[in-house]
């Protein structure tokens, strides 16, 4: 597994429209939407994406922090290999990612970019 980077993270608040309006008001930075997201995006300089989402929008977890791994297929794989259960494949319009519980017992993510959607 070659971990390129932190990729994503991730936030699930009640105030998710007052966190949307701080990011773009207060931060200067623009949100996006991405097809098969819900959640309102932002796209650092560095490429890396904070995501803020509505309670259980991002599943049973307040938050989530995703690695970029550059084979998301491998690196599930290594996983399987140490008896780390990572969920299913999905993907949206700009990535590939698969979530996993950490022994520390939080929800982590592998994700890939799209071949389309590398920079």
């Known amino acids: 597994m070659r971990i390129l980077g932190l990729a994503f993270v991730g936030t ?19 949100t996006t939407a991405v097809d098969g997201v819900e959640a309102d995006l932002v796209t650092l300089p560095d490429g890396s994406v904070f995501a803020v989402a509505s309670p259980g929008g991002m599943g049973d977890t307040d938050r989530t922090i995703g690695f970029l791994v550059d084979d998301l297929a491998s690196a599930v794989a290594t996983l399987a ?30 994700l890939e970019r799209r071949a389309t959607n590398r920079h």
Not at 17 to 30: C, G, N, S
């Open 81 to 110: 290999e140490h008896g780390v259960d990572a969920g299913p494949t999905s993907t949206n319009a700009e990535w590939r990612y698969a979530h996993f519980r950490a022994p520390d017992g939080h929800l982590y993510e592998l």
């Open 12 to 30: 699930a608040t009640g105030h998710r429209t007052e966190m949307a309006a701080f990011l773009r008001d207060v931060l200067a930075l623009p």
